[in-house]
C-alpha cells in the first residue's frame, strides 16, 4: 500500500531537519510545507510549495494526507499544541520522523514524535507530539505530551509533565518528576521534583520565581 504524503507544518530550522530526514533516511514523501496565514511571506521552501494552514484540505485532504508539526517550544509548547490538535480536529494523520536504531523495540510512543540520536531504555513511554533529540533516557520514564527535549540525560523512572521543555546539557536524577509547562535551562541538574510552571535556570540550578508561560521561547 502506498504510503500518505507527507505536509510539514514550519519553514524554520525544524522544519528544514525533518524535510531532510524524510528526504534522505526515511520513505514518507513531503510534498508540501504549510504555515498560519499570519506568517505566511514565502510560497516556496526547499523547492516545495508552501501553503497556508487555513486552506490545506483544498489542495491535500486528510485521508491521503498526514501532517508533521516542526517548530520549536514557543510559548511553553503551546503553539505546537494547538496546531497538533486542529490539525487531529479537521481529520489529519500524523507522521512520525524517529531515525534510532538504539531505541527500545517495545517503546510506546504517540504521532507526531521526532526522535533523533537518542538512546532509550526499556519501558520508556512517550506521548504525542513529543520532540527528543541527543538524549539518553532512562528505564520506566514517562513522557507526556507535547513535550521538548533536547540534548539531556536522565536517570530511570523519571517523569516529564506536559509541555515541558528542557535545554542542552540539563541532568535529571532518577525518580525526579518535572512539572507540567515546566523550563529547565541549559546545563541544570536537577535531582528533586519541580512544580508545574517552574523555571529552573542553570545559575546553581536555582528556581526562578517566575513562571513559565511568560517565556516566549524561539
Request: one cysteine or more.
Amino acid at each position: 500500500m502506498e504510503k500518505n504524503k507527507i505536509v510539514i507544518y514550519g519553514t524554520g530550522l525544524q522544519a528544514e531537519q525533518v524535510w531532510y530526514f524524510f528526504k534522505h533516511y526515511l520513505a514518507g514523501k513531503v510534498v508540501a510545507f504549510t504555515v498560519d496565514k499570519d506568517f505566511y511571506n514565502v510560497t516556496e521552501f526547499r523547492g516545495l510549495p508552501v501553503i497556508p494552514f487555513e486552506t490545506i484540505e483544498e489542495k491535500y485532504p486528510p485521508g491521503n494526507t498526514d501532517l508533521f508539526v516542526a517548530i520549536g517550544p514557543q510559548y511553553m509548547n503551546l503553539t505546537r499544541q494547538r496546531i497538533y490538535k486542529e490539525g487531529k480536529k479537521r481529520g489529519y494523520g500524523f507522521a512520525d520522523c524517529k531515525l534510532d536504531n538504539s531505541i527500545y523495540p517495545d517503546l510506546k510512543c504517540g504521532k507526531n514524535a521526532f526522535i533523533h540520536a537518542s538512546k532509550i531504555a526499556p519501558f520508556v513511554s512517550v506521548k504525542e507530539n513529543v520532540f527528543l533529540q541527543n538524549c539518553n533516557i532512562g528505564h520506566h520514564t514517562r513522557i507526556e505530551e507535547n513535550v521538548f527535549i533536547n540534548s539531556v540525560t536522565m536517570g530511570g523512572a523519571v517523569v516529564i509533565g506536559k509541555n515541558a521543555f528542557i535545554g542542552l546539557g540539563a541532568v535529571l536524577g532518577p525518580k525526579v518528576h518535572i512539572g507540567a509547562y515546566s523550563f529547565i535551562g541549559m546545563g541544570c541538574i536537577v535531582n528533586q521534583d519541580t512544580k508545574p510552571y517552574s523555571v529552573l535556570t542553570s545559575r546553581k540550578t536555582k528556581e526562578r520565581n517566575i513562571n513559565s508561560l511568560k517565556l516566549k521561547l524561539c
